[in-house]
């Protein structure tokens, strides 16, 4: 075979890739097709959670004392709730299990004001908290509205070796599930 021959198959066999390869790509382009969808959602807020922080004072070793809100005042609607859905969930977690300071330390929390048609009253005990039974799960908010809790405290002092400073922390928070 000759040169000219080689040389004529080889542009044409390029040829022949060149629009083999641009049919390709058009089939490839006529076939490609994208889309796309987007979905909006607004996580909505349940509750409004508020807090009051209050100071006890001294109490003595083997001194048993008994807090309300007539003796200190910031215990009065401790915790203020604003629920915008029914069923909300109230939690309460504290670190009273860590006190080594007190052979008792309860926080009975009790309804101090309640949306009307409430299956709650003001004046009953929502739930306690104590040494041994330090964390709550799921006081039920059955109506949407302002709800508000006070705290009534008993604490018996520990015997300690040196004054001892403690504080109770209570981590509040509500949900629109158990």
């Known amino acids: 075979m000759s040169r000219r021959k080689m040389s004529k198959k080889g542009k044409l066999a390029g040829l022949l890739i060149v629009i083999l390869s641009l ?3 058009g089939v490839s382009a006529y076939i ?4 796309s969808q987007s979905v909006n959602q607004t996580v909505k807020e349940v509750a409004t959670v508020n807090l009051k922080n209050s100071a006890l004072g001294n109490l003595k070793e083997g001194e048993t004392k008994f807090y309300t809100k007539s003796n200190v005042t910031d ?4 915790i203020s709730i604003e629920t915008t859905e029914v069923n909300v969930y109230l939690h309460l ?3 009273l299990d860590a006190l080594t300071a007190y052979v008792t330390y309860n926080i009975v929390v009790k309804f101090s004001t309640v949306p009307s048609g409430s299956s709650h009253s003001v004046g009953d005990t929502a739930c306690t908290l104590s040494l041994s039974s330090p964390d709550y799960n799921s006081v039920v ?7 508000k809790f006070d705290f009534e405290i008993t ?3 520990n015997s300690v070796n040196s004054d001892t400073a403690t504080a109770v922390t209570i981590i509040v928070s509500a949900e629109s599930a158990p």
């Open 23 to 25: 049919s390709l790509i």
């Open 32 to 35: 490609y097709d994208q889309a």
């Open 75 to 78: 215990l009065g609607d401790a």
């Open 93 to 95: 977690n504290s670190n």
């Open 141 to 147: 908010l059955d109506i949407a509205g302002t709800w």
């Open 155 to 157: 604490t018996t002092a």
